[in-house]
């Protein structure tokens, strides 16, 4: 099947174009961008679908790096295929899902029962990440040549840290001789103790335990300092203080090869939201102060943080309609995490080129996978973003199982409008003129 | 005279005027406890519901008695688990209370917000009787009324609150309501157990217990939290004793004529020496007398208010 | 058209009724013995003052005089969240086999009257409860009817009675006041 998007403005960092044009999609792949393309005639042989994209930005993509898919083993909360559902409608055409599943994602067989499961479902592309040690217990590395050859893209203990800074080492070293990157939750277990939020004036209020900006920025420093020694990469995960910002700004002036990624929830709530104590609000790492968050705003507008990433984590009633001591650290993002971070574009701190480079291109590279890209042979995975969509977040209209969502009645501006996968037309919003 | 409020569930937004009407609605109260028969028919048909997820004899009781001298018929329900335990969700529980026809719900619960989140579910007022290390604002109530009645105002007094504030519910509630009515508080204690930026609440830090004491017309004593403690967050009790215990000799640094407050239970030898517990200066059993007032103010002033 | 005032007792008129009414107690109880007056607050408190005045001159006794405050036994206090304001209750002695004068200004429904027995059991077992009212203004509710009345004035419900005492008693005066609203 050919698709034609005409009159769109393509927005490809990779090949710097932002301007009006047409794409034109054969057998999967991006076959032409021009301006101007005839439309091929002819019902037949050579007919094309023409929809036209005016007043739409045609994009790469959007590549979610981190979100947290439950199967196998909770799925209750979400499963690949209805966490594929939700990425599609929130423009995502591939997702990475983390290893904390049950069980857990350190062995050929559930990577490829995870791939299994996607290919059955055929929806949004989805690249396992997979322990970096068995049952992400910190003792011993997985398997990770059998693994990647299984499919795995990346390794990654999240929800945890990797404690053990000797372990972090040969992760590092061991992932970079394979081409693989390991994605780092960082966190100091000892100093967030108990930890249910941010530390300072509001959990003091509050009388909830905090848990120190510190206790990621000392990880932060480990992991950088690990890379630098070793030589290697590491990418840093779901970056929420000013401190983190700060180091990873620094490694990279001084050439360490480090990565980071920070969620929406980090550049837009701070933690005088949680004075409500709904549970939706608890995540970890937790929401920070205006000073963490304005850090992260100004890391993304300089470079110093390459990706968004929603870090989706679905949970059900049973995890949240509990006291906020008890109740499971995550919430869902990933049908709000374009439309949040259009914000970005909306206030003047992004351009939209950064933001899709920062949620297409940029994935792509650190996760060393296709797309990303509009160029002639790349992948035929495009976002079509409609920038002036008011719309208001409804959970009862999330195609995630779970409704763990703080930004439910939030208006924003900006929702994409159409999701195409290898070719086709995976999702379409409602839109008369689509 | 009116409360405008569905629930109590702390001190933080409590405006001067409505901790005023509390204390004045609590000093008529006092009276009726004195009688020989302690009771008035006022909240007859009025159920209320003591829900304590922990451990308390006294607060629970206190709220019970004032409850029954009000003519209000109270039911304790004591669970030392949580919901979550039990497979159920806080809406579960909310609706099973629901469905038994309360009118007022008091709950003190391990952990903080737990009555925030049970009064946004339910229509019935809700009285916080503590939540974690976050308020207790009938004992912060009481102990203003105590104050007030030594000292015949709160406007102007120095109240110096020593021991571990960082998990003191009855600290927070204490400062929120104290600083609105006018009071400078300081706060003491060992340095690890303050918690981050507490200043930002009104309140001087002191970690040296004789300079907290200077000039302080009120001494709030909090009790050694050991259960919401984790462990080994200070050396011994002996070494906390040697720092932070209110003894004769320490009490000399405050005014003359300051008075002693403890919300109890003593940790006898540890947070107060035995002698200045029952010595003259204390109050603690008249903060007792004085909780079963407030918590009848508050029954009262919350009842029937939302027809 | 505003509010409109009628004078309906002056100051002689009100210190005439008093004299008679305490002339009647004394008559009834055959003495002052075991008399005690107990004024419902806040209305009750000037004439029973007044009372008690009276009966020291006529007998040369003081009787004791206690302040009910019946806000806690009204049947209506928890139907709306707004609470009457509360004033102090001063019994000065048992009411045990006392003879119990009730003191109020106006008796209207009898609601006010019905909760203040409540109130008295509470204080003891009195061998008998009378009632003194300056002013009857009809409309009653409940089964009650006061002993020593001042003066019957039958009122409209719309109106407002009015009973102004002063400490001094020279501008005493009872008045009958009606709002007409604003139009």
Known sequence: MKLMLKGGRIIDPSQDIDETMDLLIEGGVVSKIAKNIPAPRGKAGGGAVVLDMEGKIVAPGLIDMHTHLREPGHEYKETILSGSLAALAGGFTAIACMANTKPVNDSRSVTEFILRQAACANLARIYPVAAVSINLEGGCLTEFADLKDAGAVAFSDDGKPVADSGLMRQALEYACSLSMPVLSHCEDRDLAGEGMMNEGFVSTELGLTGIPSISEDIMVSRDIELACYTGTSVHIAHVSTAGAVELIRNAKARGVKVTAETAPHYFTLTDEAIRTYSTDLKVYPPLRGIEDRNAVREGLRDGTIDSIASDHAPHSSIEKDVEFAYAAPGLIGLETSLGLSLALVDKGILTARQLIAIMSMNPARILNVPGGSLRKGELADVTVIDMERTWTVDMKTFRSQSRNCPFHGWALKGKAVMTIVGGAIKYRDNDPHL | ?307 | MGITKRVVMDAEGIDRSITRIAYEMLEDNKGATDLILVAIRSGGILLSGRIKEKIANIEGVEVPRGILDITLYRDDVVMTGKKPQMGETDIPCSLNDKKVVLVDDVIFTGRTIRAAMDALMDFGRPRLIRLAVLVDRGHRELPIRPDYVGEVLPSALWEDVNVNLSKSGGTDEVLIIQDMGMD
């Open chain 2, 1 to 307: 005279m009116i409360l405008e409020r569905k629930d109590v569930l702390g001190l933080s937004d409590f405006s001067a005027a409505e901790i005023d009407l509390v204390l004045d609605t609590a000093e008529t109260f006092r009276e009726i406890s004195t009688r020989t028969i302690k009771k008035v028919p006022t909240l007859r048909g009025i159920t209320v519901i003591n829900l304590f997820y922990e451990a308390s004899t006294r607060t629970r009781t206190s709220f019970e008695i004032a409850a029954k001298r009000l003519s209000a018929d109270a039911v304790n329900i004591s669970s030392s688990t949580s919901s979550v335990v039990k497979g159920e969700t806080l809406s579960d529980t909310a609706k099973t209370l629901e469905a038994m026809s309360p009118d007022i719900i008091v709950i003190r619960h391990p952990c903080a917000g737990a009555p925030h989140i049970l009064a946004r579910l339910l229509s019935q007022s809700i009285i916080n009787a503590g939540d974690g290390s976050h308020e207790h604002p009938t004992q912060a109530l009481l102990d203003m009324l105590t104050i007030r009645h030594k000292k015949g105002a709160i406007q102007g007094l120095k109240v110096a609150i020593v021991g571990d504030v960082k998990h003191s519910r009855v600290a927070r509630s204490n400062i929120h309501g104290l600083t609105t009515m006018g009071a400078s508080v300081t706060v003491c204690g060992p340095a690890m157990l303050m918690p981050r930026a507490v200043e930002r609440m009104g309140v001087v830090v002191e970690t040296n217990m004789k300079d907290a004491l200077r000039d302080a017309d009120v001494i709030i004593m909090l009790r050694m939290q050991l259960e919401r403690q984790r462990s080994h967050v200070f050396p011994s009790s002996r070494e906390y004793a040697r720092l932070f215990c209110l003894t004769r000799l320490m009490l000399e640094n405050a005014k003359p004529d300051a008075i002693v407050m403890h919300p109890g239970p003593i940790n006898r030898g540890i947070e107060i020496s035995p002698d200045v517990a029952d010595g003259p200066q204390s109050v603690i059993l008249e903060q007792v007398t004085n909780g079963v007032a407030i918590r009848m103010a508050l029954l009262y002033l919350l009842a029937g208010g939302r027809q």
